[in-house]
């Protein structure tokens, strides 16, 4: 069954603590993006990936890293650097290449500083 | 910077009603758009992806539409029902590398 796997569904973190949102595609896209939704507002891109490892910045990127490292995955660290964390995560892939390239999205992880 | 915009950003509507939601954008040279439902606490379900080269695609109930040169895409909903119920966003892509989002439409149908 092919899709985008997130994990954790929910994830509580305290204050100074790094953590590490899960992001798994088995469609065998090249391209992956990291987006973070806060209530009321639209979707903000932090990161997104090309190709194995390679990564850009995205609109939001302070606080927060990736990794590339297999095509199926990339794994984003929300880093203590990152002020104001809480908010809803969401990973998509996509092809690359062609006009026709309909992102898909995994079911999103909550993160919530306790 | 583009920017992409969604109107109304809230509806209610009786059930069995036709709608519209809207979405503009600022940079017509645009590659696709993409329309995707959302349900609370939920990820994104792809609805539509409409083509730079294309004027609108169909998908049951549902009918997007897509003016380049105008910088507008319609979401138009036939015979409305309460499981249609959810936050409507469209996604407009530049280039092979980034999506940009409207903050949605939060559409509810009542029964």
């Known amino acids: 069954d092919g899709g985008i796997t997130q994990s954790p569904k929910y994830l509580f973190r305290k204050e100074g603590q790094n953590v590490t949102l899960s992001c798994e595609q088995n469609l065998n896209h090249d391209a992956m993006y990291w987006y973070r939704q806060d209530p009321g507002q639209g979707l903000r891109l932090i990161y997104y990936?090309?190709?194995?490892?390679?990564?850009q910045k995205g609109d939001i990127a302070e606080g927060y890293s990736v990794s590339r490292e297999k095509k199926e995955s990339f794994p984003l660290t929300v880093t203590s650097a990152q002020k104001n964390p809480t908010a809803f995560y969401l990973c998509a892939s996509s092809e690359t290449q062609g006009m026709n390239t309909e992102a898909f999205f995994g079911q999103g992880t909550r993160l919530t500083v306790v | 910077k583009q920017e992409v915009t969604q109107i109304p950003a809230a509806l209610s509507v009786p059930e069995g009603e036709n709608l519209v939601l809207n979405c503009s954008f600022t940079d017509s040279a645009i590659y696709n758009l993409q329309w995707f439902r959302q349900d609370p606490g939920k990820g994104l379900t792809s609805l539509l992806l409409i083509q730079s080269s294309q004027r609108e695609q169909t998908s049951g109930r549902l009918n997007a539409s897509l003016d380049k040169s105008s910088g507008r895409s319609t979401l138009y909903i036939a015979a409305s029902q309460p499981g249609d119920s959810a936050t409507y966003l469209c996604a407009v892509r530049y280039n092979f590398n980034k999506f940009y989002f409207g903050s949605g439409t939060k559409l509810n149908v009542k029964p």
């Open positions: 990936s090309q190709i194995v490892n390679d990564f």
